[in-house]
């Protein structure tokens, strides 16, 4: 058994110190934010004061000293906005410090499952417990934008080839001795959390352009700019107040030509400027990564600019979102035409980039799931890098081989070793004794490898293969089947799987097999599966408790038999959970009845 005294000392020292200094750099950051609340709110009165007395004394100088107000008002908004987003940043890194905790001991304190990932009829997904409350998903999972939770979903579901294997593997070693770099790009993701559902409707309207007589209309924007003249020298009294209505009148009419236009685009994008200006910081993080991996280096060169643009068009959404303020509508907006220059900013930022966006958003997407198997690894640095292998014949060499979601204190390892397709495993052993749990440790550890993550054991070495699995079969109502004919239904696609040319073999793992049906016809189809099997594309692990199966085995050169057991000691049930070779020659169901209270004459 794997002790857990020494391991992860250094990851969880890290967690719990930098959870530390965040909460420090968060208190800070919120004190600062209040003294500049209270000081806005002070120019605020402050400028409501000077109108005031400009309304009633009639001197310029007074409306003067509101418009600096105004201007100092509008500075300190910016820089509170700049505080709340280092409190929230701070925040954050607390949040995913004590996420990362938690995790160490198996709990999972994010709400995000995956569930919405799972595949009724995927390979092996609902029983290897990829998805769901406790699964790999969470174990591994860090990602926090909607593009980075599919891309991660979509490597634990389809294995890579060994060349993508192999880059991942290199670049995951490299981030994983940058676990500072890993928290920052997370916490950055996470400063608006739940906005990229609008990235949808960003994408489609950076597709859209404006009509060509509207985008004419813009240029009249720059008739703004003799409003502010002519309020100017109203407010020194060379110019009559009349002038400046009329100026006044010409914006509102060229603002409410475009209103319609305005108001589309916000109401699809609500606060989306945040949004893109927190996936652009997330850019820039990422552009600073220093790796030197070949599989980073290929994504960053694509990403070149792509913070700095979408910090660019987010602050173009947030600029055209102070409309909503009144004071800034009427003092500000109108005389400026402030809407009409930030559409034509946004068209223009249309136009350059609405071709690399897609690019960038997948490369996003990358580097957080890559940050998902590299944070993986910092966390449990006793896990290794296996040695995927190309070979077209099924092999698997592994020592002290644990499964993932068993914490160290209670994970039993255990040794295997197949080479050769066309070979099946035949794993009796009585009720609780561990055969499922081996298979899910295999299965969970051949995903892991596949996808270029870390894996328990002290040695791993295989070839690529197709992950396939029987484990959970149910009946459904929906269908009108029973559980019997819905694992006839998967063997059925593991026969169609198996007789694909030029791929990996299928690695199967089949859980009590054909269970639904009595013990002659079980004993006689699974024998003719294996036989069949035998012939095709794939090797794999059958458990059952069928003596007379794994009896039949020991005369088939291509089947092995191994078992877990159990014993009675003062009638109490022993387990030690490892894999022995030959048949299991002890069951305990009698026992187990007897405990239950069921009579059963021994």
Not at 521 to 529: I, T
């Amino acid at each position: 058994m794997e002790t857990s005294s020494t391991t992860q000392k250094s990851s969880k020292a890290f967690f719990e110190t930098e959870k530390n200094k965040a909460a420090i750099a968060e208190a800070a950051a919120l004190q600062n934010f209040n003294q500049l609340a209270i000081a806005r709110l002070l120019v605020f009165f402050a400028m409501i004061f000077f109108l005031w007395l400009w309304s009633n004394q009639n001197q310029p100088v007074w409306g003067l000293v509101a418009f600096g107000l105004l201007v100092i008002f509008l500075i300190s908004m910016r820089r509170q906005q700049a505080a709340r987003r280092l409190r929230d940043f701070q925040r954050n890194l607390v949040t995913i410090n004590t996420d990362e905790l938690n995790r160490l001991s198996f709990r999972f304190s994010r709400a995000d499952s995956g569930v919405q990932f799972q595949e009724k009829e995927h390979a092996f997904g609902s029983d290897l417990d990829i998805f769901g409350e406790y699964s790999l998903y969470k174990l591994l999972n860090r990602t926090r934008t909607a593009e980075g939770s599919q891309r991660f979903a979509n490597w634990l579901k389809n294995h890579a080839d060994v060349k993508e294997i192999r880059l991942r593997q290199e670049a995951a070693a490299e981030f994983s001795n940058h676990p500072e770099m890993i928290q920052v790009l997370e916490a950055t993701a996470l400063l608006h959390e739940h906005a990229a559902q609008q990235l949808g409707d960003f994408r489609k309207w950076s597709t859209e352009f404006m009509d060509k007589d509207m985008a004419r209309l813009l240029n009249f924007r720059w008739f703004s700019v003799i409003t502010v003249i002519v309020a100017v020298l109203f407010l020194f009294s060379i110019l009559p107040a009349w002038p400046l209505l009329l100026c006044i009148a010409v914006n509102a009419v060229l603002i409410a030509r475009f209103k319609a236009y305005v108001d589309a685009v916000t109401n699809r994008t609500t606060e989306l400027g945040k949004t893109l200006v927190s996936y652009g910081e997330i850019l820039e993080v990422a552009q600073s990564f220093p790796y030197q991996a070949q599989w980073w280096l290929t994504r960053k060169d694509r990403i070149a600019g792509s913070g700095q643009s979408l910090k660019q068009v987010g602050a173009l959404f947030e600029k055209l979102d102070y409309r909503n303020n009144i004071f800034f509508s009427l003092f500000v907006g109108i005389p400026t035409l402030w809407d009409l220059f930030c559409i034509a900013g946004l068209e223009n930022w249309k136009r350059d980039n609405h071709d690399k966006l897609a690019d960038w958003l997948e490369v996003l997407a990358d580097a957080e799931a890559m940050n998902s198997l590299a944070g993986h690894a910092f966390a449990n640095p006793t896990y290794i890098t296996p040695e995927i292998v190309e070979s077209p014949e099924f092999q698997i060499d592994t020592k002290e081989m644990g499964h993932p979601l068993i914490p160290l204190e209670r994970r039993i390892s255990n040794d295997f070793s197949v080479s050769g397709t066309g070979h099946t495993i035949l794993v009796t052993g009585s009720n609780m004794s561990g055969k499922s749990t081996f298979l899910r440790t295999i299965g969970l550890n051949f995903v892991l490898a596949q996808m270029g993550a870390v894996v328990s054991a002290k040695t791993f070495k295989c070839a690529p293969v197709r992950v396939f699995s029987s484990m959970r079969t149910q009946d459904s109502l929906e269908e009108s089947t029973s559980s019997f004919y819905a694992e006839l239904k998967r063997l059925k696609k593991l026969l169609e799987l198996s007789d694909q040319n030029n791929v990996a073999p299928v690695f199967y793992l089949l859980d009590e097999i054909l269970k639904g049906t009595n013990s002659s016809d079980r004993h006689r189809g699974a024998e003719a599966l294996i036989r069949q099997l035998h012939m095709k594309k794939a090797s794999g692990l059958v458990s059952t408790h069928d003596l007379e199966l794994g009896e039949w085995g020991a005369t088939e050169s291509y089947v092995h038999n191994f078992h877990f057991r159990s014993d009675v000691e003062n009638g109490e049930l022993l387990f030690d959970y490892k894999l022995h070779d030959g048949i299991c020659k002890s069951f305990n169901a009698s026992e187990l009845m007897r405990m239950m209270g069921i009579q059963i004459e021994k």
